[in-house]
């Protein structure tokens, strides 16, 4: 049988929508949990360098004249936004809460991780709003 190529490109395009996702980061996240997170950082030995190693480079807060800083992580999986309005799809789509995991990471001014907290927050079937 024939490759139909017209059909291809739409096909590839709507999978790769489809499967969106937001992260902050490198995407090892997704891996994370309360046990691994311990297991990785550790308050007091970790360094900037070493969670930009581990976990990519976050969104960074800076406390000046203090010099600490704060790096924000999160991982959203799910459909994009757009989906939802989309005949029939969105009717289910918008009420599909995939749920989310936000780690926070707090250094010193000298570079070294004082405290972190990762929140898993679990998924949810979201009520019609009138």
Known sequence: MKAR???AGPLALSAALLSACTTVGNGRMREL????????LKPGLTSREDA??????GQVLRFEPSGWESWHYLDKPGLPRFVDYLPVVGLVSS????????LVLLFDAQ???????????PP???????
Do not use: M, V
């Open 111 to 121: 570079g070294r991780l004082r405290k972190y907290s990762l929140l898993e927050i």
């Open 33 to 40: 949990d309360a046990p691994r997170t311990a297991e990785l």
């Open 124 to 130: 949810q079937l979201k009520t019609p709003t009138p």
């Open 52 to 57: 930009e190693r581990l976990l990519g480079r």
């Open 5 to 7: 190529p017209w059909i």
């Open 95 to 102: 009420r599909i809460d995939t749920g989310s995991r936000e």
